[in-house]
């Protein structure tokens, strides 16, 4: 089992940056691929970022250049650095964790970033 825990949410305002953190527990060491999903007011959870063990990245058109994924596998933690934040990035940022055996999906339980003036 792994564990997932989110921080670092809030409320900014636009053009402000915030700093989200995911911490991984249980058998963390198994992790392969880590990443941020999105889900805002009345719409569907969305991709955000991923980032493999190697440090090879993926993000969503919509925060490209503005956000930044890294990890650190020694800590089991993954960071989103988001800048530039904008209303529509106002949304509940879910941490994912894939193994590498079975490539079985573990969640967090979210942290709320609001983006308002």
């Known amino acids: 089992q792994v564990q997932l825990v989110e921080s670092g949410g809030g409320e900014v305002q636009p053009g402000e940056s915030l700093r989200l953190s995911c911490a991984a527990s249980?058998?963390?060491?198994?992790?392969?691929?880590m990443g941020w999903y999105r889900q805002g007011p009345g719409k569907q959870r969305e991709f955000v970022a991923t980032?493999?063990?190697?440090?090879?990245?993926n993000y969503a058109d919509s925060v490209k250049g503005r956000f930044t994924i890294s990890r650190d596998n020694a800590k089991n933690t993954v960071y989103l650095q988001m800048n530039g934040l904008k209303p529509e990035d106002t949304a509940v940022y879910y941490c994912?964790?894939?193994?590498?055996?079975?490539?079985?999906?573990?969640w967090g339980k979210g942290t709320l970033v609001t983006v308002s003036s």
């Open positions: 980032i493999i063990r190697d440090g090879g990245t």
């Open positions: 994912h964790g894939r193994t590498l055996v079975r490539a079985i999906d573990y």
């Open positions: 249980g058998s963390s060491f198994g992790l392969g691929a």
